[in-house]
């Protein structure tokens, strides 16, 4: 079974370009999450979504930061314009509504392996 | 809102030894899960161990064990015979019945493992 698919894996470009981070999450989950991790911060919630509309986006730093789940098999988090203070690893997460926790794998939130974002 | 508090930054232990790390937590709520993370170095988020907050028995998974004090909101994991491969940032976290799915972290303590 394929995990949460993150691309790229690591990302380096100038303040001010357009960044797009991708997530794929896992077949047949009906929750997807973007989270930051910085040292000062730890790990932050941005967004989340059910059935790919977004329920909670109190996380998202500012307009520059948006989020998309244009189906249930696909995530954007995008940032126009970037700045070196979004340096940050960006991590995607997916879950289905209960199961996860009654049995299986017991994980409330399958997590990808992350985006390493350097805004120079 | 819940709140995940971890107190300590950084612990060191020396290999085979024991280290327990602690975690408090705010909430309202009754019902509720909890929840280590590891993340080694190659920044996996790994579920180490999880606690209902209906069972009174603390959970255990091989040599890691949690301490559950609900009274206390206190939610302390114990790492036994600590080995170089757990050197890793752990992860506190909860997650309410009100808010299911959603996970509250705490900031992270920095385990390092020394020979």
């Known amino acids: 079974d394929a995990g949460v698919i993150q691309s790229p894996r690591h990302e380096v470009t100038e303040m001010g370009q357009e960044v797009t981070l991708r997530c794929k999450p896992i077949?047949?989950?009906?929750?997807l999450f973007w989270y930051r991790q910085t040292m000062m911060r730890g790990l932050e919630l941005l967004i989340y979504f059910n059935n790919n509309v977004p329920i909670d986006d109190s996380g998202m730093p500012e307009d520059r930061f948006s989020a998309k789940m244009p189906n249930a098999s696909f995530s954007t988090l995008k940032i126009q314009p970037s700045e070196p203070r979004d340096s940050a690893v960006y991590f995607c997460?997916?879950?289905?509504?209960?199961?996860?926790?009654?049995?299986?794998?017991?994980?409330?939130?399958?997590f990808g392996d992350g985006t390493r974002l350097s805004i120079l | 809102a819940q709140t995940v508090t971890q107190s300590q930054p950084e612990m060191s232990v020396q290999e085979a030894e024991t280290v327990t790390l602690s975690c408090t937590y705010d909430t309202s709520e009754n019902n509720y899960y909890l929840f280590w993370y590891k993340q080694p170095p190659s920044r996996q988020m790994i579920l180490v161990i999880r606690?209902?907050?209906?069972?009174?028995q603390n959970a255990t998974e091989n040599r890691f064990s949690v301490n559950f004090q609900k009274a206390a909101k206190s939610f302390s994991l114990k790492i036994s015979d600590s080995q170089l491969g757990d050197t890793a940032m752990y992860f506190c976290?909860?997650?309410?019945?009100?808010?299911?799915?959603?996970?509250?972290f705490g900031a992270g303590t920095q385990v390092v493992v020394t020979p």
């Open positions: 997460a997916s879950s289905f509504f209960g199961t996860d926790l009654v049995g299986g794998s017991n994980q409330p939130q399958h």
């Open positions: 976290a909860f997650m309410g019945y009100d808010s299911w799915g959603k996970l509250q």
């Open positions: 606690q209902e907050a209906y069972k009174q």
């Open positions: 077949s047949g989950h009906d929750y």
